[in-house]
């Protein structure tokens, strides 16, 4: 939500365009994550960083709780990739380790369990949270590994055990005043990309706003610092945007560099107008090319507000025949009271047969090689 108004509001030029800036802390407050060989074998990569002197609100921290969520399920592909863990640091000592470890060498009081009164081992854990609705579609990311990841404080104190379960000794809440962010992954880049998310997102709730604390990451390839909010300029041509996008010569140089700042993409004009130089910021890892840049130059002009034009091509393309009348008789058939069913031809196992109750009869085709969970067998019926 917060990114989601703070873009709407910058669009609306109502307030400016934020500098998110990674800053060193203090001496005593130097944050060290380590990572240990062991982890290759599981979850190899890992970044952090210290969102300092927050103030959450009960709106915001719900927000804060929903944004890991949703991040969870898109970008982190169910966790596949990138799993977020986020801490009380007041509670917990630096400096942290992270480092796969036997499921028996792994005990701990998880944030959620059937018991909240005792620990668990790991093991335990996986068994348990087979009955648990949500986290329960995480457990076949680890499960069969030999050892399992999990991150410990200077003390032994488990953080998490990723992609599964956060600890209950760390803990947010809505007085938690300096939050520890870590995302462990299997991906460097999109760990990076998680974490500049989540830390641009609530870095305006810190004591400085748009601040972020960054966290050495000691690994087997080398120390770095985390995050990376870092900046980088694109050249565009002017022209190409004419060109491409279709956007009418009247709308200026100045004007189209406008519309960009509106879009959180700094531009300024360089070689006598004839060159946007924009400033991509951490928080659109979206664009990736020049022709992402044209795209937003178009929505923020507003595409009803580009004229149409006959492409100068020597075919005219037009809907087939067959196309056009089955559309007419979707319509009159939905006016005369039918519902239209449009579902996908692949469907899960569990959906064609156990979801709807009905016993699995080997009617369905199985993919050999499924994409995702959700493709498996071919529907056999419409519901």
Known sequence: LEGLARGLNVFREKVPLPKFERVEPAAEHKQVLNITANTATVRPYAVAAVLRGVTFTEASYNSFIDLQEKLHQNICRKRSLVAIGTHDLDTVQGPFTYDAQLPADIKFKPLRAPDMTKEYTADELMVAYEADQQLKHYLHIIRGKERFPVIRDSNGVVLSMPPIINGHHSRITMATRNVFIECTATDQTKADIVLNMIVCAFSEYAAVPFT??????????????????????????????????????????????????????????????????????????????????????????????????????????????????????????????????????????????KGLRRPDDGSSIAIANPATAEFQVARTNLL
């Open 212 to 353: 972020v604390e960054a966290v050495t990451v000691n690994g087997p390839a080398g120390p770095r610092v985390t995050p990376n909010l870092a900046y980088r300029t694109e050249r565009v041509s002017v022209e190409s945007v004419y060109a491409r996008m279709g956007i009418p010569r009247d709308a200026t140089p100045q004007k189209i560099a406008s519309l960009l700042t509106r879009m959180q993409l700094t531009a300024t004009l360089a070689d006598g107008d004839t060159t946007l130089l924009v400033e991509v910021p951490p928080t659109r890892p979206d664009v990736l090319h020049e022709c992402d840049i044209w795209e937003d130059v178009a929505i923020s002009y507003g595409f009803n507000n580009i004229k149409w034009n006959v492409p100068k091509v020597v075919t005219v393309g037009k809907q087939l025949p067959i196309n056009k009348l089955t559309d007419q008789l979707r319509v009159v058939v939905a006016q005369s009271g039918y519902n239209e069913a449009l579902t996908f031809a692949l469907c899960k196992l569990d959906d064609n047969f």
